[in-house]
């Protein structure tokens, strides 16, 4: 029983730890956009396009707002930086990923990108969009 009680002990011990790591981690990516300004891009997909295309922004923090006007299709969007292989997942940019589709007459945000200076391309692929830049000066 006294070891029952020792392994139990060293299991809530562990879980604990666990607990804390995650919620400091959590902290800590939250403190990064803290205090920094977050600008929202808006985009909007209509049949097969954006309507906002070659986009300029400065280095810093973005959400991506992306709207569904008529497109056919629920719509996403994807963000990779130029010259990687777009139709490679380990090359997109996860935070410009819209919380979920955009269904027509819908607008969905990504979380907080932060973008330095450099060439990106973005598109999305259930639209079937062509792949238009995004320069960060």
Same mark, same amino acid.
Request: include cysteine; charge should be positive.
């Given at each position: 029983?006294?070891? /029952? ?6 299991l809530?011990? /562990? +879980?604990a730890?666990g ?6 981690? #959590?902290?800590?990516?939250d403190?990064? #956009? ?7 891009v !808006? +985009?909007?997909q #209509?049949?097969?396009?954006f309507t !906002?295309?070659? /986009?300029? +922004?400065?280095a810093?923090? =973005? %959400? ?7 497109? &056919?299709v629920?719509v &996403? ?15 997109h940019?996860?935070?410009a =990923? /819209?919380?979920?589709?955009v269904?027509?007459?819908? *607008?969905?945000k ?9 060439? =990106?391309? =973005?598109f999305?692929p259930?639209?079937? *969009?062509p792949?238009?830049? +995004?320069t %960060?000066?």
């Amino acid at each position: 029983m006294k070891n /029952v009680k020792s392994i139990i002990a060293a299991l809530a011990i /562990v +879980l604990a730890f666990g607990f804390s790591a995650n919620a400091q981690e #959590t902290m800590q990516k939250d403190n990064m #956009t803290k205090g920094a300004k977050v600008t929202t891009v !808006q +985009l909007e997909q #209509t049949k097969g396009k954006f309507t !906002q295309q070659n /986009v300029s +922004l400065e280095a810093g923090n =973005y %959400v991506f707002a992306v709207s569904n006007n008529n497109a &056919g299709v629920d719509v &996403g969007f994807v963000l990779v930086p130029a010259g990687k292989d777009v139709s490679n997942p380990e090359n997109h940019i996860k935070n410009a =990923y /819209v919380s979920q589709v955009v269904a027509n007459g819908k *607008t969905e945000k990504s979380a907080v990108v932060s973008l330095a200076k450099g060439e =990106y391309v =973005y598109f999305c692929p259930l639209n079937k *969009t062509p792949q238009y830049s +995004l320069t %960060v000066q």
